[in-house]
Structure formats: structure tokens, C-alpha cells
């Protein structure tokens, strides 16, 4: 069975070399390297990661991408895309042409993010995602029926929703779920699929994180374990790396082995174009 990691962030040093962007806070800890996601996967028999880059380093892609060039068996990205930047509606018809690189990452929260939502001009930014068939990783935290007028304007975009809708800084066990139901919405589209990471944070017990086995059994019934993307959010990761992965390997009954290698591998290979 080969694992992919749906979602690992990396990130260089704040240098004078090569500086964050002012005022920029270390996202969880002042370093991730490559090294350091390829010895985490090793750990756990991980045989794939998709690395996300921080805001703390701007809209710098390259440094993952070198990376991923570097690993193509083991490391691809999720960019951080400008929708302000000058030549963005280029930079987005060439996206996927770079090596490495797999689709964009969103994260909803400030500004120019939330003005994407409802201001016209963003409209383009959807309109030529759902053409071009972009994968979009993307979280709302706290409000995800925010992205519900998007989906029905262009219900052929490959969203990937992080962290299952998950607030990561919200609350745990029984309450962290209480607006699982927006969540669940995104089901009726047929391209969208679900990022069943860093689960694990959002318990306040371990292994076998006992409120977790519900929630991902809701979700396996709306989704299906063919659109469901199991990943860690390691840096942020507040249990094992392997407990995570032990979870859906070990402590959910109602996985059968197909299951499996659709939820820790062929998932993501699929949805976010990256052939086994």
C-alpha cells in the first residue's frame, strides 16, 4: 500500500539571505526542512508528502518546488497563489506546467482572501480554477457555508477541503464538530474531496482518539473513502505522527483494506493528479 501525506508545511529560516515577509511570526517552530519531512515519512513507512507553503515566506513556491524537484517519488506542492498579483490570470493558465507543483492552497482568513468570495473581481480566479480543473486545497475556518455560493456558481471545481472543515485553532472532542454539517455539503459535488488530516489535534485524549471515530464515520458515509485524503499536519501535529497514521490503519473498524488504500494513498493521487 503506498501512503501519501496530504499536507506537511515546510519552511526555511527567516535570514537575511532570504527574509520572511515583514512582521511575519514562525508558523510552529523557526524551521522545517526538506530533511526533515523526508525523516518524518521515513519514521512511519510514508512513502509520498504534499507540502504546503507558510505565509510567514509570502508567495515563495520555489523553495518547495526545488524540493519536490529534488524528491520527485516523494515530495509535490500545493502553492500559495497572489490573486492580486499583476500577471496573475497568466500565472495561473501555466500553473501546473512547473515540475513538482499540483494545484493551490487557499486558506480563508483576512485579507485579499475573504474579498475573494464575493467581490466580481475574483470572478475570474473561480471561473478559470474550474476550467483548467486546478486542484484547491482550501479551509474557512469556522464558516464554511462561506464557500457554499462558490460551489453552486461552479460545481466542477476539484476542491480539497482541509482539516475535514475543521478549525485549527477551534476547539476539541465533541464540540469541534458541531458544524460538521457545512462541512458535509460539499459532498453533492462529485470533484470535491476531503482532507481527513491532522485529525488528531482537534482530541483531547491519544491514541485511539475515542471522539475521532464518530465524526470520520459521518464523513466516510457522505464522502466515501475514495474522496477522502488522510494527512498530518505534522509541525502542528499535538500526538504521534504514527498514532495518526495508526488511527486509520488500526483504530476504525469499519475501514476494510480497500478503504485504506484509497484514504492513505490513491485519494490524493487521484485528486490532486499524482499518479501512483
Not at 513538482?100 to 475573504?114: D, H, K, S
Request: charged share 20%.
Amino acid at each position: 500500500m503506498k501512503i501519501i501525506d496530504s499536507q506537511m508545511h515546510a519552511w526555511y529560516p527567516n535570514t537575511p539571505q532570504r527574509p520572511w515577509v515583514p512582521n511575519a511570526m514562525a508558523p510552529h517552530g523557526e524551521q522545517f526542512m526538506p530533511e526533515d519531512v523526508i525523516r518524518t515519512m521515513d519514521s512511519a513507512g510514508v512513502h509520498r508528502t504534499i507540502l504546503v507553503p507558510v505565509s510567514c515566506t509570502g508567495f515563495d513556491n520555489q523553495w518547495s518546488l526545488d524540493a519536490a524537484q529534488a524528491h520527485p517519488d516523494r515530495l509535490a506542492v500545493m502553492g500559495r497563489f497572489d490573486p492580486d498579483a499583476a500577471d496573475a490570470q497568466q500565472q495561473l493558465s501555466t500553473w501546473l506546467s512547473r515540475p513538482g507543483m499540483l494545484g493551490i492552497r487557499l486558506f480563508f482568513a483576512g485579507e485579499p482572501w475573504m474579498s475573494m468570495l464575493t467581490e466580481e473581481r475574483y470572478a475570474w480566479f473561480w471561473a478559470d480554477m474550474e476550467r483548467l480543473q486546478i486542484p484547491l486545497m482550501t479551509l474557512l475556518p469556522g464558516n464554511m457555508q462561506a464557500l457554499h455560493p462558490i460551489m453552486e456558481k461552479h460545481p466542477e471545481l476539484r476542491l480539497i477541503v482541509d482539516h475535514a472543515g475543521r478549525h485549527p485553532r477551534g476547539p476539541k472532542d465533541e464540540a469541534a464538530w458541531a458544524d460538521l454539517d457545512q462541512t458535509l455539503h460539499f459532498a453533492r459535488y462529485k470533484n470535491t474531496a476531503i482532507k481527513v488530516s491532522s485529525l488528531p489535534s482537534f482530541s483531547s485524549k491519544p491514541y485511539p482518539y475515542p471522539s475521532l471515530h464518530r465524526p470520520i464515520r459521518t464523513i466516510y458515509d457522505a464522502f466515501g473513502p475514495q474522496r477522502m485524503l488522510w494527512g498530518s499536519d505534522v509541525t502542528r501535529l499535538e500526538w504521534g505522527y504514527i498514532d495518526n497514521l495508526r488511527l486509520f490503519t488500526e483504530a476504525l473498524d469499519f475501514l476494510n483494506t480497500d478503504d485504506k488504500e484509497w484514504i492513505l494513498g490513491r485519494a490524493a493521487a487521484k485528486h490532486c493528479g499524482w499518479p501512483l
